[in-house]
């Protein structure tokens, strides 16, 4: 938001220096970013006299200029303007001065004759488009005058930084008021006069709103025998210092009122409008519609129109329609005010990608009581500079009223937030001079009623926070909370509980070598196509900032996959990456249709050991991670887990569900070939994801029991089965578990060998006998070993060799 300290003199009587406003906006939370002069090549050019003027003796085009500078000798300039005459003022480029363009002005001979100069036009000043002839000043100027002085463009432009949620300084006079409740300063409105007459705008034009929620108001007035032309030199002048672009007397116009109160306006040639009528109305179909820029958009059915009684004619807040648009012979003007709901506004301008000054004030937010002003305002300068006649009235649709809020505050709850002394009396003229209402009430309670312009006002905080601003948040001072909590003291929330659990699992992931990444919770639908991924149980984003974060994540996968892949194209290939985070499904049972998990995602991809002698040259394969898993699973002493083989899933192959008793865990696998080429990856990728919420709950169940280590010595035996392909080691695991004497201390799978010419596998399990308390015999160890044997012999499909 550009504001011009010129202008804001005339709402408000500020006396002090620039550098202490630009600091009392910043403290103010309105950050200056810039401050700088709003027409930067000027200062180098004066203004001059003409004193006599005769043809260029060479050329008939030319005339041949001397001019006074207010030195003690005119210079002499060749002039090929046909406006030149004796005795006009005009801008004057010296020789040596550079130009708006960056061309340089050097004295030099134009047919057989010195040029000391340039007289100007007012495209080679930046001012405007006219270049027919040179620029005249008024005569009230000295001859050597600077010609911003001349034409009393000197100013301060300042570049303040507006937040989302204050809407009612994207004005002149918004940020007025709070120059005004700083200083305890006077605030000055516009002058809004109008001469009115007969008949009755309500009368000729009508006005309906048939979706009051998001149109609150819309009111409108009539100007006829509008003369159409350019605007004066001050109002041009004004606009370009404010970064905009001088059109027309009437569309001018509509942009400075905007500027000056934040209240958008359009204006509507009546004469090609049906009726004439006003309806708000939303789209009901898909149409196309051309803006006034000339593109024609598909529209959606809930985008919201401006119809005429046939068709529509603008697009509500954003912009106006072609059929509709001003133009020199248009000489009756309908002129619109309104207040649109900023979620409806928003909606649309993002789908569309169009945003406008109007749009981007409608989202924030416009003063509903003050329309009528700001509309006043630009009739009253029509008027003023067309010569237009105003009908009386407005033509209005009110379907919902602005109504105050009303805000309980507690001075004594404000100091003890703030750490301030903020005294009631200070409390209350703050509060007074940004337009809230206040009754005192009793006992230290307040009732605070808004004014229409705060919108970001709802809460009692709200009001500790204007407090604060204007007393200076720099005041507060900088103590540390004292914090009466024993280092013992323990907090047996469940926040707590999940906190820890989480830190605990982030500490063995790193203690065995992971990596840890974080993703943003939103990804895009394209990344999720690509893992197949059904499209009815994502959450879409209504308004996503970008088409690569629309969607909230179903699952880690996307998040890890895409930080693969910014390593991989880096050349940094051999990952072992790891990320605790939340996920994100549809669930229509729920208020919120969100149901969260958090979730333990797990990629590896690259060699298993480092690339150096004498590590062998191997890549990652499912054992490695694998044995992640029931790494994890030991650590948290759950180290039972079943692996049951998942024939069909969307992204991995092979897959693998990860169970323990009937609670699903998770799953693990390769990433299809696919999608491994979308992720740039050069090896295997394996991907691993957890339920850390069903983790945490087994984990609170686990009892964890100490057993002293025997001091006896440990006896192995060696049991090698034959089995077919098609038996899993999980069952004979089951088994060896079920008919498990207390001798047996451990067993593993030592071996797996196939013979060749036959399907079947020789499997060397080796079993490890202790007892507590003595030294095993052979024939104890041989009795429980060959019934062990024999119990799965008889349970299973296998033999011995």
């Given at each position: 938001?550009?504001?011009?300290?010129?202008?804001?003199?005339?709402?408000?009587?500020?006396?002090?220096?620039?550098?202490?406003?630009?600091?009392?906006?910043?403290?103010?939370?309105?950050?200056?970013?810039?401050?700088?002069?709003?027409?930067?090549?000027?200062?180098?050019?004066?203004?001059?006299?003409?004193?006599?003027?005769?043809?260029?003796?060479?050329?008939?085009?030319?005339?041949?200029?001397?001019?006074?500078?207010?030195?003690?000798?005119?210079?002499?300039?060749?002039?090929?303007?046909?406006?030149?005459?004796?005795?006009?003022?005009?801008?004057?480029?010296?020789?040596?001065?550079?130009?708006?363009?960056?061309?340089?002005?050097?004295?030099?001979?134009?047919?057989?004759?010195?040029?000391?100069?340039?007289?100007?036009?007012?495209?080679?000043?930046?001012?405007?488009?006219?270049?027919?002839?040179?620029?005249?000043?008024?005569?009230?100027?000295?001859?050597?005058?600077?010609?911003?002085?001349?034409?009393?463009?000197?100013?301060?432009?300042?570049?303040?930084?507006?937040?989302?949620?204050?809407?009612?300084?994207?004005?002149?006079?918004?940020?007025?008021?709070?120059?005004?409740?700083?200083?305890?300063?006077?605030?000055?409105?516009?002058?809004?006069?109008?001469?009115?007459?007969?008949?009755?705008?309500?009368?000729?034009?009508?006005?309906?709103?048939?979706?009051?929620?998001?149109?609150?108001?819309?009111?409108?007035?009539?100007?006829?025998?509008?003369?159409?032309?350019?605007?004066?030199?001050?109002?041009?002048?004004?606009?370009?210092?404010?970064?905009?672009?001088?059109?027309?007397?009437?569309?001018?116009?509509?942009?400075?009122?905007?500027?000056?109160?934040?209240?958008?306006?359009?204006?509507?040639?009546?004469?090609?409008?049906?009726?004439?009528?006003?309806?708000?109305?939303?789209?009901?179909?898909?149409?196309?519609?051309?803006?006034?820029?000339?593109?024609?958009?598909?529209?959606?059915?809930?985008?919201?129109?401006?119809?005429?009684?046939?068709?529509?004619?603008?697009?509500?807040?954003?912009?106006?329609?072609?059929?509709?648009?001003?133009?020199?012979?248009?000489?009756?003007?309908?002129?619109?005010?309104?207040?649109?709901?900023?979620?409806?506004?928003?909606?649309?301008?993002?789908?569309?990608?169009?945003?406008?000054?109007?749009?981007?004030?409608f989202e924030r937010g416009v003063d509903q009581v003050c329309s009528r002003m700001a509309l006043d305002r630009a009739a009253h300068l029509i008027q003023r500079l067309t010569g237009a006649e105003v009908r009386q009235g407005v033509s209005q649709s009110e379907p919902i009223a602005w109504r105050p809020q009303r805000i309980t505050f507690r001075p004594e709850r404000a100091r003890s937030l703030l750490a301030l002394d903020a005294t009631d009396g200070f409390c209350r003229r703050t509060l007074e001079a940004h337009g809230c209402g206040i009754d005192t009430g009793k006992d230290g309670v307040w009732t605070v009623t808004t004014p229409s312009h705060r919108k970001d006002l709802s809460r009692e905080e709200d009001l500790v926070e204007e407090v604060g601003r204007v007393y200076g948040f720099e005041e507060i001072p900088e103590d540390l909370p004292r914090v009466a909590k024993s280092l013992h003291q323990e907090s047996h929330t469940p926040e707590k509980a999940e906190d820890d659990f989480q830190r605990k699992i982030r500490q063995w992931a790193k203690g065995i070598g992971l990596q840890e990444v974080i993703n943003y919770s939103f990804v895009s639908s394209a990344d999720l196509d690509a893992l197949n991924l059904p499209r009815e149980s994502r959450l879409e984003l209504a308004n996503p900032l970008t088409s690569e974060q629309d969607t909230l994540r179903p699952v880690l996968a996307p998040g890890l996959l895409l930080?693969?892949?910014?390593?991989?194209?880096?050349?940094?290939?051999?990952?072992?990456?790891?990320?605790?985070?939340?996920?994100?499904?549809?669930?229509?049972?729920?208020?919120?249709?969100?149901?969260?998990?958090?979730?333990?995602?797990?990629?590896?991809?690259?060699?298993?050991?480092?690339?150096?002698?004498?590590?062998?040259?191997?890549?990652?394969?499912?054992?490695?991670?694998?044995?992640?898993?029931?790494?994890?699973?030991?650590?948290?002493?759950?180290?039972?887990?079943?692996?049951?083989?998942?024939?069909?899933?969307?992204?991995?192959?092979?897959?693998?569900?990860?169970?323990?008793?009937?609670?699903?865990?998770?799953?693990?696998?390769?990433?299809?070939?696919?999608?491994?080429?979308?992720?740039?990856?050069?090896?295997?990728?394996?991907?691993?994801?957890?339920?850390?919420?069903?983790?945490?709950?087994?984990?609170?169940?686990?009892?964890?029991?100490?057993?002293?280590?025997?001091?006896?010595?440990?006896?192995?035996?060696?049991?090698?089965?034959?089995?077919?392909?098609?038996?899993?080691?999980?069952?004979?695991?089951?088994?060896?578990?079920?008919?498990?004497?207390?001798?047996?201390?451990?067993?593993?799978?030592?071996?797996?060998?196939?013979?060749?010419?036959?399907?079947?596998?020789?499997?060397?399990?080796?079993?490890?006998?202790?007892?507590?308390?003595?030294?095993?015999?052979?024939?104890?160890?041989?009795?429980?070993?060959?019934?062990?044997?024999?119990?799965?012999?008889?349970?299973?499909?296998?033999?011995?060799?």
């Amino acid at each position: 938001m550009y504001l011009s300290l010129n202008w804001l003199l005339e709402c408000t009587p500020y006396s002090g220096s620039v550098d202490e406003l630009v600091h009392t906006l910043t403290m103010l939370g309105l950050e200056v970013e810039e401050v700088s002069e709003p027409f930067p090549s000027l200062p180098p050019f004066r203004a001059g006299r003409i004193l006599d003027c005769r043809q260029h003796p060479e050329a008939d085009s030319l005339t041949l200029c001397r001019v006074d500078l207010g030195g003690e000798q005119p210079l002499d300039i060749v002039c090929g303007a046909p406006n030149v005459e004796p005795g006009l003022y005009v801008p004057v480029a010296p020789a040596g001065t550079e130009l708006p363009s960056g061309s340089r002005v050097e004295r030099t001979k134009i047919r057989g004759r010195t040029s000391e100069g340039m007289i100007l036009s007012e495209k080679e000043l930046g001012l405007g488009e006219d270049h027919s002839g040179i620029m005249v000043l008024g005569e009230h100027v000295s001859p050597g005058t600077p010609l911003l002085e001349a034409l009393d463009l000197k100013d301060s432009i300042l570049d303040v930084e507006i937040t989302p949620n204050r809407g009612d300084c994207l004005s002149i006079l918004g940020i007025a008021r709070e120059v005004a409740a700083s200083f305890g300063l006077p605030l000055h409105f516009p002058p809004t006069g109008l001469q009115q007459g007969p008949p009755d705008c309500a009368d000729s034009v009508s006005v309906s709103v048939l979706d009051g929620p998001a149109c609150p108001l819309y009111q409108a007035r009539v100007a006829e025998k509008v003369h159409f032309g350019a605007s004066p030199d001050w109002l041009r002048y004004r606009l370009l210092a404010m970064g905009q672009r001088p059109v027309n007397a009437v569309v001018d116009i509509t942009n400075y009122v905007m500027l000056e109160t934040g209240q958008p306006l359009h204006a509507f040639d009546l004469d090609r409008l049906a009726g004439p009528g006003i309806r708000v109305d939303r789209s009901g179909s898909e149409r196309d519609f051309t803006t006034l820029d000339g593109h024609t958009r598909r529209l959606s059915p809930e985008d919201l129109l401006i119809w005429d009684l046939e068709r529509p004619v603008a697009l509500a807040g954003i912009m106006g329609g072609r059929d509709t648009e001003i133009s020199p012979d248009s000489s009756r003007l309908l002129l619109e005010s309104a207040v649109f709901d900023p979620t409806t506004i928003r909606k649309t301008a993002r789908r569309l990608g169009l945003s406008s000054e109007s749009s981007y004030r409608f989202e924030r937010g416009v003063d509903q009581v003050c329309s009528r002003m700001a509309l006043d305002r630009a009739a009253h300068l029509i008027q003023r500079l067309t010569g237009a006649e105003v009908r009386q009235g407005v033509s209005q649709s009110e379907p919902i009223a602005w109504r105050p809020q009303r805000i309980t505050f507690r001075p004594e709850r404000a100091r003890s937030l703030l750490a301030l002394d903020a005294t009631d009396g200070f409390c209350r003229r703050t509060l007074e001079a940004h337009g809230c209402g206040i009754d005192t009430g009793k006992d230290g309670v307040w009732t605070v009623t808004t004014p229409s312009h705060r919108k970001d006002l709802s809460r009692e905080e709200d009001l500790v926070e204007e407090v604060g601003r204007v007393y200076g948040f720099e005041e507060i001072p900088e103590d540390l909370p004292r914090v009466a909590k024993s280092l013992h003291q323990e907090s047996h929330t469940p926040e707590k509980a999940e906190d820890d659990f989480q830190r605990k699992i982030r500490q063995w992931a790193k203690g065995i070598g992971l990596q840890e990444v974080i993703n943003y919770s939103f990804v895009s639908s394209a990344d999720l196509d690509a893992l197949n991924l059904p499209r009815e149980s994502r959450l879409e984003l209504a308004n996503p900032l970008t088409s690569e974060q629309d969607t909230l994540r179903p699952v880690l996968a996307p998040g890890l996959l895409l930080s693969l892949r910014l390593n991989v194209d880096r050349n940094s290939e051999d990952l072992r990456l790891f990320e605790v985070a939340r996920a994100f499904e549809l669930d229509t049972r729920l208020e919120t249709r969100s149901r969260e998990t958090t979730r333990l995602g797990i990629a590896l991809h690259g060699s298993r050991y480092p690339r150096s002698w004498p590590w062998p040259g191997e890549t990652t394969d499912f054992l490695d991670l694998k044995g992640v898993v029931q790494n994890l699973l030991s650590t948290l002493h759950l180290d039972r887990e079943d692996w049951i083989e998942q024939v069909e899933h969307p992204y991995l192959d092979p897959c693998a569900r990860i169970r323990i008793g009937k609670e699903d865990l998770g799953y693990a696998g390769q990433l299809k070939v696919e999608a491994s080429r979308r992720y740039h990856a050069r090896h295997p990728v394996w991907l691993a994801e957890i339920d850390l919420d069903r983790l945490q709950a087994m984990y609170r169940r686990v009892t964890v029991t100490y057993t002293p280590w025997s001091r006896y010595p440990p006896v192995f035996r060696d049991m090698t089965l034959v089995a077919g392909p098609d038996l899993a080691f999980e069952r004979i695991r089951h088994q060896i578990e079920t008919a498990r004497s207390p001798l047996l201390d451990s067993f593993a799978l030592l071996d797996i060998y196939q013979p060749p010419e036959t399907s079947n596998r020789n499997l060397t399990l080796r079993m490890v006998y202790r007892h507590p308390e003595r030294t095993l015999t052979d024939r104890e160890v041989d009795n429980e070993h060959g019934a062990l044997g024999d119990h799965l012999q008889r349970t299973l499909p296998v033999r011995f060799p």
